[in-house]
């Protein structure tokens, strides 16, 4: 589904810190599987998820997705590509604060252009399916770390992805929290989704959902 060929990131490229987070990455990322990004902090995890997601562009390389160079595209239609196929949870859930739960679902979607009615029903069903409705119209400082996090899943849902993302996902949970969130990614897999997952947890990295584990070390696959 997702290939990439030599894939290369350069920061600040002719400077003094000139520092390469991605070194010759080749990978390809089979749909409907469940892959993880394995390997400790700077290894170049974050960035990689970053540019298959279509949120950062590499320095050198090519990104095929679904058979199209994707690598090339005008901003405007990568934002298109972004927005249609990859849904996101960070590791720091990135939550607007001072709107409620409902409204920080229906964020990412309402660049579509969709009805209002229609878009606060599909996000009112995804709070209904991950057990939030009661907090629907609470502000996000007032949910606890798992309701936080299920809200960034369900907010991750609402353009209907063919690919999750997740960075760190489990890093600021416990371990009940962290075992439920994978049963989540079990079920969103087993309706056919792609995930894909940066994480050095064990509670990830071993668990029986996942497909195939790809350990990094310093920009490179190991």
């Known amino acids: 589904m997702i290939v990439l060929n030599d894939i290369r990131k350069v ?25 993880v990004l394995k390997g400790p902090s700077g290894s170049g995890k974050t960035t ?21 160079e994707i690598t090339s595209l005008p901003e405007r239609f990568l934002t298109g590509v972004r927005r249609k196929t990859f849904g996101f949870i960070f590791q720091q859930f ?8 409902l409204e920080n679902v229906m964020l990412p979607a309402l660049p ?36 936080a996090q299920r809200v960034t899943i369900a907010r991750a849902l609402i353009n209907d992805p063919s690919v999750i993302i997740a960075d760190e996902p489990t890093a600021h949970l416990d371990t009940r929290l962290s075992e439920e969130f994978m049963e989540i990614m079990k079920g969103l897999n087993g309706e056919g989704r792609t995930i894909l997952i940066a994480s050095h947890d064990p509670i990830v990295c071993t668990s029986g959902i996942v497909n195939r584990v790809v350990e990094m070390r310093d920009g490179r696959l190991a």
């Open 11 to 35: 920061f600040n490229a002719g400077r003094p810190n000139e520092f390469t987070a991605l070194d010759g990455v080749s990978l390809s990322i089979e749909a409907g599987k469940v892959t």
């Open 48 to 68: 990689l998820l970053g540019i298959i997601g279509c949120m950062a562009r590499p320095t050198a390389g090519r990104i095929m997705l679904l058979d199209d």
């Open 94 to 101: 990135n939550l607007i604060k001072g709107i409620t739960t």
């Open 112 to 147: 579509n252009g969709e009805r209002h009615a229609l878009l606060k029903k599909r996000a009112l069903d995804l709070l209904e399916l991950f057990k939030l409705s009661p907090k629907a119209l609470s502000k996000v400082e007032w949910l606890s770390g798992g309701e």
